[in-house]
């Protein structure tokens, strides 16, 4: 059980300064994730401050976090120090997606539904598009039997 009282640990000197630019001069793949976040009915916040960590996108009706992951995050010192936030964020609730900078690039209709499922949100039919073809649909108004 988390202790609601409980101190959660203050966003370290600068913090804010740097969600500040952060936002303001997000990379290319943030910027084309963010306007996608933005059609979703549910509100997103970018270089979002939770504790002593400033997350790339978060959810907080939902307790979701997403990370824009480019490829420093491939390094063992920086898995590592991933693991110890993805494992702080958890123990305040959160549920953290990782997508690595090349899917987001070439699979953002993918990457949005797999989100919206996360958040719990409806993503109309023909907003994006399937990651997979599509099977064709049964002759309409046949039932198996009548085939």
């Known amino acids: 059980m988390?202790?609601?009282?409980a101190r959660t640990?203050?966003?370290?000197?600068?913090?804010?300064?740097?969600?500040?630019r952060l936002r303001a001069?997000?990379?290319?793949t943030e910027a084309k994730l963010w306007q996608a976040l933005r059609d979703l009915?549910?509100?997103?916040?970018?270089?979002?401050?939770?504790?002593?960590?400033?997350?790339?996108?978060?959810?907080?009706?939902?307790k979701l976090v997403i990370e824009v992951d480019g490829g420093i995050h491939n390094?063992?010192?920086?898995?590592?120090?991933?693991?110890?936030r993805d494992e702080w964020l958890a123990s305040q609730g959160y549920r953290v997606l990782r997508f690595p900078t090349k899917r987001i690039?070439?699979?953002?209709?993918?990457?949005?539904i797999e989100i919206s499922k996360a958040v719990g949100v409806f993503v109309p039919p023909g907003s994006a598009r399937a990651s997979t073809p599509s099977q064709p649909f049964p002759l309409e108004g046949k039932g198996s039997s009548e085939l």
């Open 2 to 5: 988390i202790d609601r009282f």
């Open 75 to 84: 390094r063992t010192d920086v898995a590592l120090r991933d693991l110890t």
């Open 25 to 28: 001069e997000p990379t290319r």
């Open 105 to 112: 690039e070439t699979e953002v209709d993918s990457v949005i």
């Open 41 to 62: 009915d549910i509100r997103f916040r970018r270089q979002a401050p939770i504790g002593s960590y400033i997350v790339d996108f978060a959810c907080h009706s939902a």
């Open 9 to 20: 640990p203050k966003i370290k000197a600068g913090g804010i300064e740097r969600a500040r």
